[in-house]
């Protein structure tokens, strides 16, 4: 599995069994309903003539008795479950009680004054249970998740190690395919007298690696936030380093700082650059927001 992965599985594994562990009560939705019982007590249910509701219970239903079954039906359908209907509209509230092994309820039915207010399912569940359940499942997140954690960091170590090796052997296999500098002379400098002058290019391989000095003469520090090397109106630029001799860092979207009379010195990475050869480039060097833009035309790969 790639590394990356294993963080969005350790993200999507934490939300699946997080969503499980969330109290019931936020099953509600709607026309249903969820209450989580200690040991017992009163609840109230709304109904509907024109609806069915059903109550559900965690264990076997042994006692069901209505204390006004002229004006609402109870029916068991299955030794956990009643079904129950007010037969009038008008009907006066009135109770249910329920009685299982490990609990018992009173149930309080009133007749909704709409039919959206309504319940159709209503779930007793028993709190210690449900709490127990919660306690278990959030224990798999957490063990699942150190585990997944665990399995990165042996991954990062694996990678880390072999990365050494692995750029070796890119670089090896580009320097068999080509390798030569070749001097470049190109220069130019804005109207802030911030100076930009390309040094030479080394290629290795497919790629070019073009070098670039800026001398900064102006009384501001020139932060260089982007390097383009363009042809025509598409940038070939791929991995781009500055370096400066200035104490102040980079800091966000700057990839460099050259100081007030200082020199700083780049490097752009042109990728497939044998497709370009013979072709005029141009290297555009600018601060934050296309500011002290610096153009340098005339750049020919040979």
Same mark, same amino acid.
């Given at each position: 599995?790639?590394?990356?992965? +294993?963080?969005? $599985?350790? =993200?999507? #594994?934490?939300? !699946?069994?997080? @969503? &499980? /562990?969330?109290?019931?009560?936020?099953?509600?939705?709607?026309?249903?309903?969820?209450?989580?019982?200690?040991?017992?007590?009163?609840?109230?249910?709304?109904?509907?003539?024109?609806?069915?509701?059903?109550?559900?219970?965690?264990?076997?239903?042994?006692?069901?008795?209505?204390?006004?079954?002229?004006?609402?039906?109870?029916?068991?359908?299955?030794?956990?479950?009643?079904? +129950?209907?007010? $037969?009038? =509209?008008? #009907?006066?509230? !009135?109770?249910? @009680? &329920? /009685?299982?092994?490990?609990?018992?309820?009173?149930?309080?039915?009133?007749?909704?004054?709409?039919?959206?207010?309504?319940?159709?399912?209503?779930?007793?569940?028993?709190?210690?249970?449900?709490?127990?359940?919660?306690?278990?499942?959030?224990?798999?997140?957490?063990?699942?998740?150190?585990?997944?954690?665990?399995?990165?960091?042996?991954?990062?170590?694996?990678?880390?190690?072999?990365?050494?090796?692995? =750029?070796?052997?890119?670089? !090896?296999?580009?320097? &068999?395919?080509?390798?030569?500098?070749?001097?470049?002379?190109?220069?130019?400098?804005?109207?802030?007298?911030?100076?930009?002058?390309?040094?030479?290019?080394?290629?290795?391989?497919?790629?070019?690696?073009?070098?670039?000095?800026?001398?900064?003469?102006?009384?501001?520090?020139?932060?260089?936030?982007?390097?383009?090397?363009?042809?025509?109106?598409?940038?070939?630029?791929?991995?781009?380093?500055?370096?400066?001799?200035?104490?102040?860092? !980079?800091?966000?979207?700057?990839?460099?700082?050259?100081?007030?009379?200082?020199?700083?010195?780049?490097?752009?990475?042109?990728?497939?650059?044998?497709?370009?050869?013979?072709?005029?480039?141009?290297?555009?060097?600018?601060?934050?927001?296309?500011?002290?833009?610096?153009?340098?035309?005339?750049?020919?790969?040979?």
């Amino acid at each position: 599995m790639p590394p990356r992965s +294993l963080p969005l $599985l350790i =993200a999507a #594994a934490a939300l !699946a069994l997080g @969503a &499980l /562990a969330a109290p019931a009560r936020a099953q509600d939705s709607g026309q249903a309903r969820t209450i989580l019982v200690d040991e017992g007590g009163s609840y109230e249910v709304l109904v509907h003539p024109d609806f069915v509701t059903i109550l559900y219970l965690p264990d076997k239903i042994d006692k069901a008795i209505g204390s006004d079954t002229t004006s609402y039906e109870v029916k068991p359908i299955g030794p956990n479950s009643v079904a +129950l209907r007010p $037969l009038k =509209a008008d #009907a006066r509230p !009135a109770n249910l @009680a &329920l /009685a299982t092994a490990s609990m018992k309820v009173s149930v309080v039915l009133r007749v909704a004054s709409s039919r959206d207010a309504a319940m159709t399912q209503v779930t007793f569940k028993r709190a210690d249970v449900e709490a127990e359940l919660e306690r278990r499942i959030v224990e798999k997140v957490r063990a699942r998740t150190a585990e997944l954690e665990a399995q990165v960091a042996a991954m990062k170590q694996q990678r880390d190690a072999e990365l050494p090796t692995l =750029a070796d052997e890119v670089i !090896a296999a580009r320097i &068999l395919q080509r390798r030569e500098l070749r001097r470049l002379d190109a220069i130019e400098r804005n109207d802030d007298n911030v100076v930009i002058e390309t040094k030479d290019v080394l290629f290795l391989g497919d790629d070019a690696f073009v070098t670039f000095a800026i001398e900064n003469r102006n009384r501001a520090p020139y932060r260089v936030a982007t390097v383009a090397m363009l042809d025509g109106t598409r940038d070939t630029a791929g991995v781009v380093r500055v370096t400066s001799d200035a104490a102040e860092t !980079a800091g966000a979207n700057v990839l460099g700082v050259v100081r007030p009379g200082g020199h700083g010195q780049g490097v752009v990475v042109v990728r497939r650059a044998t497709d370009l050869v013979g072709k005029r480039l141009t290297l555009v060097v600018a601060e934050p927001g296309g500011r002290g833009k610096v153009v340098v035309g005339r750049i020919v790969l040979r």
